[in-house]
């Protein structure tokens, strides 16, 4: 038997009026795996949460959970009868119950279910927590209960939306930490939307950039980050530097010099330059001097803003202990092969 993905969704298109929310949506999100879509606001992404959870209908398209369709020309099963769990953006609890019952809401009255009540209490870390109320909770605790809600019924799928985005930055890494060991431990698959990139690449094992109601690129983190196949993708995820340039035998000229490229290509292209891959030095002889023009310091790193002839910005990202300041001159370059896009000006 051929294993089923968790959650299979095939072009799937929502219209609000004149309005395309999305347009052709096609994953998969495998079982036992952590899903981001990412994509700016308004690109489609809550939708196709909304569509996949069973609280929209799309115009056209399929959904399928563990083999089962859910969605399709004629097919339009309730969200209760999906099998799905849902964390919403603001966790939604219920304010005058307890712990215990928030999370045993879904589930039928019985003593199995209140066993499967202290089940996912421990696994999310909260087991002496069942009698306190939600306001006597942190955000992070609150966030592990609505977690604890969506896993209580073995769910195929769990759906999350922007689920860090109402935690303060000083907690956020740590919760997105404890929900990925939470979700590893219960093996069950789970989408998340964010328009965090971040977030996105921390958490998620396959991650799904969302533009314009299109899921236009799905992979690893690592994958899509070091080979997006188009040039919108390059310039969404992560910070990038499009230099114009010339290709011809697995290299091209840019104002950076010549570098090798990820792939063979020709004539006029766009070239991607991540500013991790920027090499600083002093300059020396008839080197090409840059400007520094701006420093911002993080304390993990630096990112400086480089002056070139041409008058175009390179952003560098070095580590905390280079010198540079602004005003200083220095030399540039590039030592790993570049990926670049056919420019079609």
């Not at 879904?106 to 009540?117: D, S």
């Not at 969302?210 to 983190?221: K, T």
Request: charged share 20%; hydrophobic share 40%; net charge negative.
């Amino acid at each position: 038997m051929v294993d089923q993905p968790a959650v299979q969704c095939d072009s799937l298109a929502k219209s609000y009026g004149a309005i395309s929310a999305i347009t052709g949506i096609s994953f998969a999100a495998e079982e036992g795996t952590l899903m981001a879509l990412v994509g700016p606001s308004g690109c489609g992404k809550t939708t196709t949460l909304r569509v996949i959870a069973g609280f929209e209908a799309p115009d056209t398209g399929t959904v399928v959970i563990r083999g089962n369709l859910v969605n399709g020309p004629s097919t339009f099963l309730s969200p209760d009868r999906r099998k799905v769990g849902m964390v919403f953006q603001d966790y939604a609890l219920f304010p005058h119950l307890s712990v215990r019952q928030n999370i045993g809401f879904g589930l039928p009255r019985g003593a199995k279910n209140q066993f499967r009540v202290d089940e996912v209490l421990d696994l999310v870390g909260l087991s002496g927590a069942g009698g306190r109320q939600p306001h006597e909770l942190s955000g992070g605790e609150q966030q592990r209960v609505a977690l604890a809600r969506a896993l209580a019924p073995s769910p195929a799928v769990v759906l999350m939306d922007e689920p860090f985005s109402n935690l303060d930055a000083s907690l956020r890494a740590k919760v997105r930490t404890d929900v990925r060991h939470i979700l590893k431990a219960a093996g069950t698959a789970a989408i998340f939307v964010t328009h965090d990139q971040d977030e996105a690449l921390s958490l998620a094992d396959e991650v799904g950039i969302m533009l314009d109601g299109c899921v236009v690129q799905v992979g690893a983190p690592s994958n899509v980050y070091a080979h997006p196949e188009s040039l919108a993708v390059a310039s969404f995820l992560g910070d990038a530097n499009i230099l114009p340039g010339e290709a011809t035998n697995g290299r091209v000229t840019t104002e950076l010099g010549i570098l090798n490229t990820t792939k063979p290509s020709s004539g006029h292209v766009s070239v991607l330059v991540r500013p991790e891959e920027v090499n600083l030095g002093h300059v020396v002889d008839d080197q090409e001097r840059y400007q520094v023009i701006e420093k911002d310091f993080y304390g993990h790193d630096q990112m400086l803003q480089l002056r070139m002839p041409s008058g175009r910005v390179l952003r560098v990202r070095c580590g905390p202990g280079h010198l540079a300041n602004p005003g200083d001159w220095v030399s540039a370059s590039v030592s790993t092969p570049v990926t670049t896009f056919a420019d079609h000006r």
